[in-house]
């Protein structure tokens, strides 16, 4: 009894310093953030209790339009979801085979994920460049210059263009997970399915990708929420411009908070940003269900 006794002193000693950082850095300024989204404050006066008026102008709102920038970062989910997630899958597939420098490319499509946010933002600015950026100057070398544009100017196509970084940077993310997923299947399973006759791609779609189901859906969950709380990149290339065809809520949280001093409304903002993640994600996890929660 002791013993039980001495391993539970131990494990809640060892738990408490993550567990006090874990409340203090997450959990403390989310109650925060929930207690000032009901007020109308400015970061310095004395704030104003005024209940959910916050919320309410939060879908009210036609100036500030929080559903247009809630259907941005619904399409850059969507985008991420059925573009970025099955490049990441066929690499990993791709690579798991064993080819030839196969931790090289690894380490190659993962570096991305190394470098800063801003640092990609301000590189892609360049490649965007209407003079001197890569796909202008490329387009125009071949003769295509009626496709030259200005990629973070034009309404039109400013989010498919803000969408290419983020491809770019994560789907080496995305692709490690599921490569590591891969990896750890049995090779008897495969071998055994190549003495059946089943050519690679059957083995892909009928036991590889079936296997990995709880790995592709966690990386579902982090492209979703990933996308609803989308800031730096976007951020640093168009400011949530031209006319907001690129505001997601995390840039319009920002600018009520920091340009117009409305902490109480931002904070209503980050509040809807958190529940929205937490309700996909939920969801996410209920509807594609593993063979771990059907044995639970």
């Known amino acids: 009894m002791d013993s039980v006794r001495k391993n539970k002193l131990a494990i809640v000693l060892f738990l408490f310093p993550a567990a006090a950082l874990f409340i203090m850095i997450i959990i403390v300024p989310i109650i925060m953030s929930a ?21 309410i102008e939060l879908i009210q709102n ?43 490319f690894v380490g190659v499509f993962f570096l991305p994920v190394l470098l800063s946010t801003v640092v990609i933002g301000h590189l892609w600015r360049r490649i965007y460049h209407l003079s ?10 071949i003769g295509l210059e009626t496709f030259v544009r200005d990629w973070l100017g034009d309404p039109g196509i400013v989010l498919i263009a803000v969408f290419i970084p983020l491809l770019w940077q994560y ?29 690679d791609g059957q083995i892909s779609r009928l ?43 995390s840039t319009l949280m920002v600018e009520m908070i920091f340009r117009r001093n409305r902490y109480g409304f931002g904070s209503s903002m980050a509040i809807a940003i958190i529940m929205l993640c937490f309700f996909f994600a939920v969801l996410i996890k209920t509807t594609i269900r593993t063979e771990v929660d059907s044995d639970g």
């Open 35 to 55: 207690y000032y989204s009901l007020q109308n404050w400015d970061g310095f006066s004395q704030g104003t209790f005024i209940g959910f008026d916050n919320y």
């Open 62 to 104: 036609k100036t500030v339009n929080f559903p247009k920038a809630f259907r941005n970062a619904g399409l850059l989910a969507v985008l991420s979801v059925f573009i970025q997630l099955p490049v990441a899958l066929g690499l990993a597939l791709l690579l798991a085979r064993g080819i030839k420098g196969e931790r090289f």
């Open 132 to 141: 001197y950026g890569i796909v202008n100057v490329g387009l125009r070398a």
């Open 171 to 199: 789907v080496g993310y995305h692709m490690l997970l599921m490569y590591a997923g891969i990896k750890s299947i049995s090779p008897e399973l495969k071998e055994a399915a190549k003495i059946d006759g089943a050519t």
């Open 207 to 249: 036991i590889i990708i079936p296997l990995l189901k709880p790995i592709l859906r966690i990386c579902i969950i982090f492209a979703v929420t990933g996308s609803l709380k989308a800031f730096d990149i976007i951020h640093v290339l168009t400011g949530g411009g031209p006319l907001r065809a690129s505001e997601v809520p």
